[in-house]
């Protein structure tokens, strides 16, 4: 099993900046890859961002890229969401997540990933 823990979350208004950590543990050998995704009140879990966590190649969402920046650092199994010039609509939980194998087809749907942290609040005042 692997353990995820989000941090970093928080308020801030808009054209500002939050870093989010996903701390991992337990069988932390099983990461293949880390996303992060998000959920707005009323809406679906979206998918962000994603790291590879050994090579560190990196997808993103078309509507934060540019913006936010996924990083990792692997000896300390944990990985990162840099939020620069955040907006109103970035409001949202955020959950990192960790899966065991990597699909250029289904990176950004849920059921690649097996682990996922408790979620952290990001609010993005105007």
């Known amino acids: 099993q692997v353990q995820l823990v989000e941090s970093g979350g928080g308020l801030v208004q808009a054209g500002g900046s939050l870093r989010l950590s996903c701390a991992a543990s337990?069988?932390?050998?099983?990461?293949?890859?880390m996303g992060w995704f998000r959920q707005a009140p009323g809406k679906e879990r979206e998918f962000v961002a994603l790291i590879t966590w050994s090579g560190g190649s990196t997808k993103y969402v078309d509507s934060v890229k540019g913006r936010f920046t996924i990083s990792r650092d692997s000896v300390k199994n944990t990985g990162y969401l840099q939020m620069n010039n955040l907006k109103p609509e970035d409001t949202a939980v955020y959950y990192c997540?960790?899966?065991?194998?990597?699909?250029?087809?289904?990176?950004?749907?849920?059921?690649?990933?097996?682990?996922w942290g408790q979620g952290t609040q990001v609010t993005v005042s105007s």
């Open positions: 997540a960790a899966s065991s194998y990597y699909s250029g087809t289904y990176y950004s749907q849920r059921t690649m990933y097996k682990y």
């Open positions: 337990g069988r932390t050998l099983d990461i293949y890859a």
